[in-house]
């Protein structure tokens, strides 16, 4: 018992200490974990958020072919940039890409570890929180892809979005339909645009009284919520890592949002995801994908005033993004048991998605997260990805590592 009582006493003061430290770069951490590049570039968007792009340039290697396009991969809900590299050499998809020869940019939205300033307003601001993901998609997005193409000296890239990277790719082209000359294709993972057959109890119990939720937060003061910090970088490493029955607790849980699956969380990459997860994001954001939730409807900010909705959108109701204006050639994975993401919903998209050409590919088994982390997502959704990419950039060679 007193070796116990002095083991929670030494965590407490790792978790104290934690908090006075200043966070790392988690992202560039792995990478250089694998004795690779890592560049940070600064993007700033036209409404004056100041984000944080990071870069796998590709292999200085005679034999990559110098034609290949830039890869842009996009984060979802509480993720970030690290999401598509904390599972190390072999597993994540960022560094699939670069030994396959990509120049590899991953984005970081607004108000997540990494992109947590503005040109003139503070994250202690309310104003600063004035976003949904539809701000991510009309600013965010495509300031990122100018500023890569701009880089790279390409006109075209190849993205990879997971759960929110495919919402706010999907409202791009709705909204400013010019952007996709500048997408040679796109994989959505997980995508998320059509919640009505959502299942995830937890998420079905926010959407459900949304103004109750609002106001319990406005009395709090609450406009950013999970944000990441030195203490949860280090206390969710400590707490899922410590013991067996702590760590079924943190996989049950996460299983409620993203679904059971048949491939288990390795034990040991599930400390490594809780380093850089949740990464933060607006109270907007959650409101919004609540407001889908009840409506069955892929649409714009619903501000619960008719007087407001007609000054924003001309019209009482928010009206829904036209997924007409998408065409690309797409891929669309979806798990099978995925409750965020449901089976009904996406072949509902891709229906929507009429002017794109469109494959759809079931998982079996994956829950909503398993397209980053199980150890079959190379073979089962990388390898299509890779191998789609090196055929639009006309590369006859073989590729090489496979």
Not at 25 to 32: G, R, T
Not at 161 to 181: C, D, F, I, K, M
Not at 190 to 217: E, G, Q, W, Y
Not at 292 to 307: E, K, P, T, V, W
Request: glycine residues 6%; charged residues 15%.
């Amino acid at each position: 018992m007193k070796s116990r009582l002095i083991c929670l006493v030494i965590g407490l003061f790792h978790l104290v200490e934690a908090q006075r430290t200043p966070l790392i770069d988690s992202v560039c951490q792995a990478v250089q974990r694998q004795r690779l590049e890592c560049q940070v570039h600064r993007v700033e968007t036209a409404d004056g958020y100041l984000l944080s792009v990071h870069r796998i340039p590709a292999p200085r290697n005679p034999a990559c072919p110098r034609q290949l396009r830039p890869f842009l991969l996009m984060h979802g809900l509480l993720g970030s940039a690290a999401d598509f590299v904390s599972g190390g050499a072999g597993r994540s998809l960022a560094l699939e890409l670069h030994a396959r020869c990509f120049d590899v940019w991953l984005g970081n939205a607004r108000g997540t570890t990494h992109s947590h300033s503005h040109r003139s307003l503070s994250p202690s601001d309310a104003r600063f929180w004035q976003f949904s993901w539809h701000e991510i998609g009309v600013y965010d997005l495509p300031a990122t892809v100018d500023y890569v193409l701009a880089r790279t000296g390409r006109q075209q890239l190849h993205y990879v979005g997971h759960s929110q990277g495919t919402t706010v790719l999907l409202v791009l082209l709705s909204q400013r339909p010019e952007y996709n000359a500048r997408f040679a294709d796109a994989a959505l993972m997980a995508p998320v645009a059509f919640l009505k057959h959502l299942s995830s109890p937890p998420l079905r119990l926010l959407a459900s009284d949304s103004s109750a939720v609002t106001l319990l937060l406005n009395k709090l003061g609450l406009h950013e919520l999970l944000p990441a910090s030195a203490l949860t970088q280090v206390g969710g490493q400590y707490f899922c890592s410590s013991t067996l029955p702590t760590y079924a607790l943190c996989t049950f849980f996460t299983s409620l949002y993203v679904g059971f699956s048949d491939y288990p969380l390795d034990r040991n990459i599930l400390p490594r995801i809780l380093e850089t997860t949740p990464a933060g994001i607006s109270r907007r954001q959650l409101q919004h994908f609540g407001q889908l939730i009840n409506s069955g409807n892929f649409q714009q900010f619903d501000y619960r005033s008719a007087r407001i909705n007609t000054l924003r959108y001309g019209q009482a109701t928010p009206p829904s993004y036209q997924l007409a204006n998408v065409r690309l050639q797409l891929q669309i994975f979806h798990g099978s048991r995925d409750v965020l993401s449901s089976p009904v919903d996406v072949q509902r998209l891709g229906r929507e998605l009429r002017h794109s050409s469109t494959q759809l590919y079931q998982v079996s088994g994956y829950n909503h997260i398993d397209f980053l982390f199980a150890v079959t997502a190379p073979q089962l959704v990388y390898q299509r990805i890779i191998q789609q990419a090196w055929q639009l950039d006309a590369v006859s060679v073989a590729l090489p590592g496979g």
